[in-house]
């Protein structure tokens, strides 16, 4: 919930004027479950707004974007949103059995990014680097299910 108040914070600072939709819509894309595409925001919302519509998820989520509280995470064919850290750039892993996706610290990409500077001439720009594979979760419930486990 840091990266909540941190985000409505700045909103506040910036002059938006915070209305509980909006903070609602905020607290969703900071809470636990992050990327999320709009669809999936709007579902959430419309559990304390029955007469919210997605067009205003998908403005609002607009607007943060604009202000730089929100980014928009290209995750396969879909956008993802997450509350923007500046302090932590990551990449992410995207499993391709649950469609979920992880953060993936810089670090890892650091050595790969500077091998292909020094061996290759070449500067990566692994802004939107997605790597896609098979999630701990999911490779568990295949081997599970390839040993007549539960
Ligand atoms: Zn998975
Ligand atoms: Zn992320």
Redesign the pocket.
Known sequence: MLEYTKALETLRAMGLRLTPQRMLILSIVASGNSHMDVDQVFQRAKESYPYIDITTVYRTLQLFKKLGVVSEVAIGNRLHFEVANPESPHQHMV??????AYDLPPQYLEEFRHSLVQELAFEPDLKNFTVTG??????R?KSNSETGGF
């Open positions: 499993c391709l059995v649950c469609s979920e098979v999630c701990s979760q999911c490779a419930d």
